[in-house]
């Protein structure tokens, strides 16, 4: 069995340590141990003061090797892979730094420079699905809570805060009056094994593929630490240089003047002593974004309030765990003035499908809870399959009764770019097609979605008067910043969904959507869903009609 305590504290192990991991990295894979033990035989590793570490290492299965790559954040792997001899691997040992190795943190009292980053421009790829950081992170939270106590309060940073579609780390924020207490007793209730790195003021918790990590710090270093973690690197490193041009310096805790730390309430304070407007958090990784912020040229984002209903989500009629009823509940509690309730069709492969024989039944039941609910207004609608010719899987007749019908392509039936295209541009002839659902059907981390011409689509789309989705679920993400973009500047209608399946996750899947759009610069003037339920009413008429 292998036995590693979970605490780093000795840089010549992990240096061994490093080798090992580097080796399963360059790898790309997981690699035999026996494939670790002949690199470190062949630099000659397997004798001297590490051997009793090897001793151990050498019961590690490669699973193994790769659940100790997982324990590490993934700044420290930043450190592991620097070269052998530099001196900056002996910061190994620090576990604070280790936390912080990601941010280029100066360690100004110890003397140290800035720690080994690549460029400012280099991607940092994404790891972590949102919906699955999300989760980790909502759990670390009541994990953390019952083991020191719940803290002022949370924040999400990193790549959850800006919504990274995939995430290159998992961190949140806890606002405490006593940091190092606050962590010293989450490190002494926490099984040690669930520990990845503990520092005096934060820590890692082991999770797949990336640790959670989490800082604690005092209310008076919110602002400048909500801008430090959310990142990204290359962002913070230009508000280093924008403050240090303004005889400023801006460092995790506080940003410094002439005559010590200037008084910050928030966020928004630090963009102000820096004559900057607020940037948006999913702006903040574009190039030019802080030239562009100078200038006074960023653009009115959509927000989550601008959205007054929902177009697309499922209920027990297909594949969905609530009833009509429960999702309009769910969307009546958000504030929503309308919903569109919209199953999936019968060749649809979901787990569940509505039947052509229960289309009757569910309007009926539509209109009882539309007695029940009169101040939230509900579309009939349906999520068809595009099938292999372009066509639906629904007969016009069913389609005519309904208020919206959105049109999905779940099923590439191994079709090329063209094809795919194609079957997109027949179904948006049809005059009863609303809507386009996650138009690259991809899958964050699972499946990058179709590679197709897009400008045609969004050009056909804004033709046609059919609207392009943004769909928020954690599973499609789609479409995402680049080609949201692109549709809204070729002129089509963009709308943001949930495609929700359960009723209390209605209003998360939104704001994952309405991040999407902020990501991709969208206003509320380029989303149909922004506007009241007789100007979705008339989008879809004016197609109906032929009056696009
Ligand atoms: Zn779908
Ligand atoms: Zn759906």
């Not at 579609?165 to 190092?180: F, G, Y």
């Not at 520990?195 to 990336?210: F, M, Q």
């Not at 309430?265 to 702006?283: C, F, G, N, S």
């Amino acid at each position: 069995m292998a036995v590693w305590t979970g605490r780093l504290t000795d840089a010549r192990q992990l240096e061994v340590l490093a080798l090992a991991i580097r080796r399963v990295l360059e790898q790309r894979s997981r690699a035999p141990w026996s494939d670790v033990r002949g690199a470190l035989q062949e630099q000659d590793l397997l004798s001297g003061p590490a051997a009793d570490l090897l001793d151990r290492l050498r019961h590690l299965d490669h699973d193994e090797v790769a659940a100790v790559r997982r324990r590490l954040p993934s700044g420290a792997r930043t450190l592991l892979l620097a070269p052998a001899d530099d001196p900056l691997r002996d910061r190994l040992a620090d576990e604070d730094l280790m936390l912080d190795a990601d941010l280029d943190r100066v360690v100004d009292q110890a003397g140290w420079g800035p720690l080994p980053v690549t460029s400012p421009d280099a991607i940092v790829e994404g790891v972590v699905p949102l919906g699955r950081a999300w989760m980790q992170a909502s759990q670390v939270k009541a994990e953390l809570t019952a083991a020191a106590g719940a803290p002022e309060a949370w924040h999400l940073v990193g790549g959850l805060r800006r919504s990274d579609p995939m995430t290159p780390d998992v961190a949140v924020l806890a606002v405490t009056d006593d940091p190092q207490a606050w962590i010293g007793r989450a490190v002494a209730a926490l099984h040690a094994d669930t520990i990845a790195v503990a520092g005096s003021c934060g820590l890692a918790i082991a999770a797949d593929p990336e640790p959670v990590v989490v800082h604690a710090v005092r209310q008076d270093a919110v602002p400048t630490s909500l801008l430090w973690y959310t990142g990204p690197r290359a962002h913070v490193q230009e508000m280093r240089l924008q403050s240090a041009a303004r005889g400023l310096a801006l460092n995790r805790y506080s940003l410094l003047g002439a005559d010590g730390p200037l008084a910050l309430t928030e966020e928004a304070d630090v963009y102000r002593h820096l004559d900057l407007p607020v940037i948006p958090v999913e702006l903040r990784g574009r190039r030019g974004v802080i030239e562009s912020a100078r200038e006074g040229t960023l653009p009115e984002l959509i927000e989550m309030h601008d959205i007054q209903g929902d177009l697309h989500m499922h209920t027990v009629y297909s594949d969905g765990r609530d009833s009509v009823a429960g999702m309009v509940h769910a969307a009546r509690a958000l504030g929503y003035r309308y919903v569109a309730i919209t199953d999936h069709s019968p060749s649809a492969k979901a787990s569940r499908v509505l039947t052509l024989d229960r289309v009757e039944q569910q309007a009926e039941e539509i209109a009882a809870v539309r007695a029940l609910v009169p101040d939230v207004t509900i579309l009939h609608g349906i999520e068809c399959d595009i099938l292999p010719d372009g066509h639906l899987d629904v007969p016009d007749d069913v389609l005519e009764r309904l208020d919206v019908v959105l049109a999905s392509l779940h099923d590439g039936a191994g079709h090329g770019p063209e094809r795919l295209l194609e079957r997109y541009l027949t179904v948006m002839r049809h005059p009863l097609v609303n809507v386009i659902t996650h138009p690259a059907n991809r899958s964050p981390g699972r499946t990058p979605g179709y590679v197709l011409a897009f400008a045609r689509l969004f050009e056909y789309a804004a033709r046609t008067g059919t609207a392009i989705e943004i769909d928020g679920a954690p599973g499609h993400l789609d479409l995402d910043a680049p080609l949201a973009e692109q549709a809204a500047s070729i002129g089509a209608m963009l709308v943001i969904n949930s495609d929700c399946h359960v009723a209390e996750r209605l209003g998360r899947q939104m704001q994952f959507g309405v991040a999407l759009a902020r990501r991709a610069a969208l206003t509320a003037g380029q989303v149909l869903n922004t506007r009241d339920v007789d100007g979705v009413r008339r989008f879809v008429a004016a197609k109906r009609t032929g009056r696009v």
